[in-house]
């Protein structure tokens, strides 16, 4: 009787693990798929980071203040509102967008993105604004955690990170 249960205990063992780690990666795959417009993301995200990057990266002011708190503020609550692992996601969507679908082979032109928010403008290519975009969730913008356990998005700051 005693070698029955050990062995139904270590087959109740095998099957906790076993659904723990189906469980876990069932989670890292809802987290992947979900962080799309319209899901974790909002249809339209970030719409107010545009004029405080504007300004912050190149500098573009209306009124003559280029430096505008109401901005960031907005800017950083949007980005608070979406769920930490899709924080980096819907940065990647604001800065390049998604490629609309469409019939031909060729890679879409600079209109056939969609929610992409940042363009080349006189004296303020979009690099540039793509340069502090990548970094809204630092501790030097809005401190805002990211899928990484930490304020940064690995996959956007790739290259040497610019000082703002």
């Known amino acids: ?21 189906l469980a876990t990666a069932a989670a890292a795959s809802a987290a992947t798929t979900s962080c799309q417009p319209g899901m974790a993301i909002p249809h ?3 719409r107010g980071c545009r004029r ?3 300004r912050r990266a190149c500098g573009l002011a209306a009124g003559g203040r280029l430096y505008d708190w109401s901005l960031k503020e907005r800017c950083c609550r949007e980005l608070a509102a979406v769920p930490a692992y899709c924080r980096c996601a819907a940065l990647a969507y604001f800065m390049d967008g998604v490629a609309a679908s469409s019939s031909s082979s060729s890679p879409p032109s600079s209109g056939e993105f969609e929610g992409r928010l940042l363009e080349d403008l006189p004296g303020c290519p979009r690099e540039t604004q793509r340069g502090l975009a990548a970094m ?7 401190n805002l955690e990211t899928i990484h356990g930490g304020p940064y998005c690995l996959e956007l700051t790739d290259r040497e990170m610019p000082k703002y």
């Open 52 to 54: 405080y990057v504007l």
């Open 44 to 46: 339209d995200p970030l």
């Open 136 to 142: 809204l969730t630092t501790p030097g913008e809005c």
């Open 1 to 21: 009787m005693s070698r029955s249960r050990t062995a139904s205990k270590n087959l109740l063992l095998s099957a906790a693990v076993l659904l723990s780690v």
